[in-house]
C-alpha cells in the first residue's frame, strides 16, 4: 500500500472510530499528532468527513441501503467506502461531520479550518478559524473557556445544568438556545441566532443584558455595551462563516479585507487608504481570497498586485 493509499485508509479508520466511540481528550492527542505529522493530512480529514456525511444523507434518502450487519461490519464497509471517496471529494476547510463526544476536552482550529464538534450533553458547536476552546461537562454545569477566535453553540436544553461560555471577564449563559462568542481586541461579541442568551462581566452579574434572538452585544472589561438590537438576518449574515461563506453586504473594502484575512494565509492589504470606505456588497467562499479581488477590481477600478504569493495588494483607482 502506498503512502497516499495508507492514509486515505487511516482517515476513514479516524472518521470511523469518532462515529462509533465517544472521543477523549487522549483520542484528541492522538489524531493531533497524526494531522501534524503530514500537512496533508488535515485537508484529507475534512474531505473524509464530508464524504461520510454525504453517506449518511444517501442511506437516509434511500439512495445507498443501510447493510443488515453488525455494527463493526458495517463500519469496515464505509471505510473502504470513504478511502475510495475522500480522493475525489471537494473540501473547502469544513469538517462536515466528526462526532468528538467531548466531556473535558480542549479544541484548537488553524487558519482556514472550521470545525462542528457534538457535544456529550447533545449541544453542538462549531469553532472557527484559528480559534482556541475548552471545554467541561460536568455533573452541575457545562462550561466553555474561548481563548481566542470564534464559536458559535447550538445549547441541548438541561436546566439543571447551565450552559456558560467564558471569555475573558465576560461570560453568557444559556439554556436550549444557539449563539455565537467572539473574541475582540476590544472586547468580547455575543449573537444571538435563537432563544435567550444573559452576558455580563464575570465582576459585575447584578447589570446582566439578555438578548434575544437577532440581538447582539460588545461585552467590555468594565462594561456591557449593547450595540445592536432585533436583526436575525444581519446576525445570520456575519454567521456565513458556518456554511463556508463570508457575506460582505455593503461593509468596507477594509472590512472585507479583515475578513478573508482571518480564514487566508494569504493575506489582502488596501493599498490605497483612499478606497478603504469605499462599500462592497457579495457572497464568497472563504477560501477565495482571488475571487474576491478581481469582483473587486471589476466593480471599482482598482489595480491589483499579486507578485508577492503571500500577499494580495489592491492598489488603488486606475
Same mark, same amino acid.
Given at each position: 500500500? =502506498?503512502?497516499?493509499?495508507?492514509? &486515505?485508509?487511516?482517515?476513514?479508520?479516524?472518521?470511523?472510530?469518532? &462515529?462509533?466511540?465517544?472521543?477523549?481528550?487522549? &483520542?484528541?492527542?492522538?489524531?493531533?499528532?497524526?494531522?501534524?505529522?503530514?500537512?496533508?493530512?488535515?485537508?484529507?480529514?475534512?474531505?473524509?468527513?464530508?464524504a461520510w456525511l454525504s453517506l449518511d444523507r444517501a442511506e437516509a434518502?434511500?439512495?445507498?441501503?443501510?447493510?443488515?450487519?453488525?455494527?463493526?461490519?458495517?463500519?469496515?464497509?464505509?471505510?473502504?467506502? +470513504?478511502?475510495?471517496?475522500?480522493?475525489?471529494?471537494?473540501?473547502?476547510? $469544513?469538517?462536515?461531520? /466528526?462526532?468528538?463526544?467531548?466531556?473535558?476536552?480542549?479544541?484548537?482550529?488553524?487558519?482556514?479550518?472550521?470545525?462542528?464538534?457534538?457535544?456529550?450533553?447533545?449541544?453542538?458547536?462549531?469553532?472557527?478559524?484559528?480559534?482556541? +476552546?475548552?471545554?467541561?461537562?460536568?455533573?452541575?454545569?457545562?462550561?466553555?473557556?474561548?481563548?481566542?477566535?470564534?464559536?458559535? %453553540?447550538?445549547?441541548?436544553?438541561?436546566?439543571?445544568?447551565?450552559?456558560?461560555?467564558g471569555a475573558g471577564r465576560a461570560k453568557?449563559?444559556?439554556? /436550549?438556545?444557539?449563539?455565537?462568542?467572539?473574541?475582540?481586541? =476590544? /472586547?468580547?461579541?455575543?449573537?444571538?441566532?435563537?432563544?435567550?442568551?444573559?452576558?455580563?462581566?464575570? &465582576? *459585575?452579574?447584578?447589570?446582566?443584558?439578555?438578548?434575544?434572538? /437577532?440581538?447582539?452585544? +460588545?461585552?467590555?472589561?468594565?462594561? !456591557? !455595551?449593547?450595540?445592536?438590537?432585533?436583526?436575525?438576518?444581519?446576525?445570520?449574515?456575519?454567521?456565513?462563516?458556518? =456554511?463556508?461563506?463570508?457575506?460582505? =453586504?455593503?461593509?468596507?473594502?477594509?472590512?472585507?479585507? *479583515?475578513?478573508?484575512?482571518?480564514?487566508?494565509?494569504?493575506?489582502?492589504?488596501?493599498?490605497?487608504?483612499?478606497?478603504?470606505?469605499?462599500?462592497?456588497?457579495?457572497?464568497?467562499? $472563504?477560501? *477565495?481570497?482571488?475571487? %474576491?479581488?478581481?469582483?473587486?477590481?471589476?466593480?471599482?477600478? !482598482?489595480?491589483?498586485?499579486?507578485?508577492?504569493?503571500?500577499?494580495?495588494?489592491? +492598489?488603488?483607482?486606475?
Open positions: 500500500m =502506498n503512502h497516499r493509499s495508507q492514509n &486515505d485508509e487511516m482517515a476513514a479508520q479516524w472518521v470511523a472510530r469518532m &462515529d462509533a466511540e465517544t472521543w477523549s481528550a487522549r &483520542d484528541e492527542a492522538e489524531l493531533q499528532a497524526w494531522l501534524s505529522a503530514d500537512p496533508s493530512r488535515s485537508g484529507l480529514m475534512l474531505a473524509t468527513q464530508a434518502d434511500g439512495v445507498v441501503a443501510a447493510e443488515a450487519v453488525p455494527a463493526q461490519r458495517g463500519l469496515w464497509h464505509r471505510r473502504k467506502l +470513504l478511502a475510495g471517496m475522500a480522493a475525489s471529494a471537494a473540501g473547502i476547510g $469544513i469538517a462536515g461531520r /466528526g462526532l468528538w463526544l467531548a466531556s473535558n476536552v480542549a479544541y484548537a482550529t488553524k487558519v482556514g479550518e472550521i470545525r462542528r464538534v457534538p457535544l456529550a450533553d447533545g449541544s453542538v458547536m462549531m469553532i472557527n478559524s484559528a480559534s482556541a +476552546l475548552k471545554v467541561q461537562i460536568g455533573k452541575h454545569a457545562r462550561e466553555v473557556e474561548l481563548a481566542e477566535g470564534e464559536a458559535w %453553540f447550538e445549547v441541548a436544553k438541561d436546566a439543571s445544568r447551565p450552559f456558560i461560555v453568557a449563559q444559556a439554556v /436550549g438556545t444557539a449563539f455565537s462568542v467572539r473574541v475582540l481586541e =476590544n /472586547g468580547t461579541e455575543v449573537q444571538v441566532t435563537e432563544g435567550i442568551v444573559e452576558a455580563w462581566c464575570d &465582576d *459585575d452579574q447584578a447589570a446582566k443584558l439578555r438578548l434575544a434572538a /437577532g440581538e447582539r452585544a +460588545l461585552i467590555t472589561p468594565s462594561a !456591557v !455595551v449593547r450595540y445592536a438590537t432585533a436583526d436575525l438576518a444581519n446576525v445570520d449574515r456575519t454567521l456565513a462563516w458556518r =456554511n463556508g461563506m463570508i457575506d460582505l =453586504n455593503g461593509r468596507t473594502l477594509a472590512e472585507a479585507a *479583515d475578513e478573508f484575512n482571518r480564514y487566508n494565509a494569504r493575506q489582502i492589504v488596501i493599498a490605497d487608504p483612499n478606497i478603504a470606505a469605499e462599500q462592497f456588497d457579495g457572497v464568497f467562499r $472563504i477560501d *477565495d481570497p482571488d475571487g %474576491f479581488v478581481n469582483a473587486v477590481k471589476s466593480s471599482l477600478d !482598482v489595480t491589483i498586485s499579486s507578485e508577492d504569493p503571500s500577499v494580495i495588494r489592491i +492598489l488603488g483607482k486606475t
